[in-house]
């Protein structure tokens, strides 16, 4: 069974710090996508990686792609209070057309 | 522009009821999936849909069944409600694999 483990799960810092948010799985990725969800929402998409060694950037947030695509992070630069959230990462399982399946998520709190 | 739809947004059902969650997607996507999210354990894939017509088993699929008669709609149906069904049920669907996954507003499902 695929598993998505993210660390940490939960995350309290001041404004203007910086963090770093984990997503490993025991299995490589086909690709890895990264969700945003806010209290009452559903999550909405961030970003979508695919090739390992792959970096991209969203204004403040930079993602990055394991080279043998077992992990990926996301860092935030300067966090602010409209970071706050859950942050989760989702993979669609190899093999599996269409399995889409979330890590546990990680709950961020930034605190002004 | 709609997107995804989900009906009822809050329901409170006696232990043993039956009901039909509805998911409406106007997008003319491939892909359906049903979730389930309780706190710290991120969103469960319950069920999902390639297609019209076709159904599958995601990570946690007991204690419930779904229909995909036509292409907008997936149904979610809990058969004998139980307390552990007590969730907030999400539902998404994506054009293909490994595209982005929109999401419903939510609901709200207490069993008592």
């Known amino acids: 069974t695929q598993l998505l483990e993210q660390s940490p799960q939960f995350l309290s810092i001041q404004e203007g710090e910086n963090l770093t948010v984990y997503c490993n799985s025991s299995s490589v990725f086909s690709s890895l996508q990264w969700y945003r969800q806010e209290p009452g929402e559903g999550p909405v998409l961030l970003v979508t990686?695919?090739?390992?060694?792959e970096v991209k950037k969203l204004k403040r947030l930079t993602f990055q792609f394991g080279d043998a695509r077992k992990d990926s992070s996301l860092h935030i630069t300067a966090a602010q209070p409209g970071d706050t959230g859950l942050y989760l990462c989702?993979?669609?399982?190899?093999?599996?057309?269409?399995?889409?399946?979330f890590g546990q998520g990680t709950e961020l709190s930034v605190k002004p | 522009n709609a997107g995804v739809t989900q009906t009822p947004k809050f329901r409170v059902l006696k232990t043993g009821q039956s009901m039909t969650l509805l998911c409406a997607q106007d997008?003319?996507?491939?892909?359906m999936y049903w979730y389930r999210q309780d706190p710290g354990m991120g969103l469960r894939l319950i069920h999902y849909s390639v297609g019209e017509g076709t159904t599958a088993k995601g990570e946690v699929p007991d204690g419930y069944n779904v229909s995909r008669l036509k292409k907008q709609n997936f149904l979610l149906g809990l058969e004998s409600a139980a307390p552990s069904q007590t969730s907030v049920y999400f539902c998404?669907?994506?054009?293909?694999?490994?595209?982005?996954?929109?999401f419903g507003q939510g609901t709200r499902l207490t069993v008592v």
């Open positions: 998404a669907s994506s054009y293909f694999d490994r595209m982005e996954a929109f």
């Open positions: 989702a993979e669609n399982v190899y093999n599996q057309g269409g399995k889409l399946i």
């Open positions: 990686v695919v090739t390992g060694g």
């Open positions: 997008m003319n996507h491939e892909y």
